[in-house]
């Protein structure tokens, strides 16, 4: 079984970035696409960012397209976030999450999921 850990969360002002890493230990997560998803208080958790096994292939949401980038390094077993021009709107926790389904957005094909990590932007 695959494990995933998030990282790289904090605090920052509007308009500035941070980059999210998520681990995998345990079995290779090769053959797995690999998502982001957020879930801010009281709302329901919301698909951010999928790429494909092979990296070749993303997926945005709206939301974030043209500020969020994922990318992965399959030999380091590591996929990323990075968020740039950040906003209030964008203040989650933050989960990776792993499916043997191709380029999927629906949150119920993702079999393996992370812990979270905090991501809280100030106005």
């Known amino acids: 079984q695959v494990q995933l850990l998030e990282s790289g969360g904090g605090l920052v002002q509007a308009g500035g970035s941070l980059r999210l890493s998520c681990a995998a230990s345990?079995?290779?997560?090769?053959?797995?696409?690999m998502g982001w998803f957020r879930q801010a208080p009281g709302k329901e958790r919301e698909f951010v960012a999928h790429?494909?096994?092979?990296?070749?292939?993303?997926d945005y949401a709206d939301s974030v397209k043209g500020r969020f980038t994922i990318s992965r390094d399959n030999a380091k077993n590591t996929v990323y976030l990075q968020m740039n021009s950040l906003k209030p709107e964008d203040t989650a926790v933050y989960y990776c999450?792993?499916?043997?389904?191709?380029?999927?957005?629906?949150?119920?094909?993702?079999?393996?999921w992370g812990q979270g990590t905090q991501v809280t932007v100030s106005s």
């Open positions: 999450a792993a499916t043997t389904t191709w380029s999927t957005r629906r949150l119920y094909d993702y079999q393996i």
């Open positions: 345990g079995r290779t997560f090769s053959g797995y696409g």
């Open positions: 790429i494909v096994w092979g990296g070749v292939n993303t």
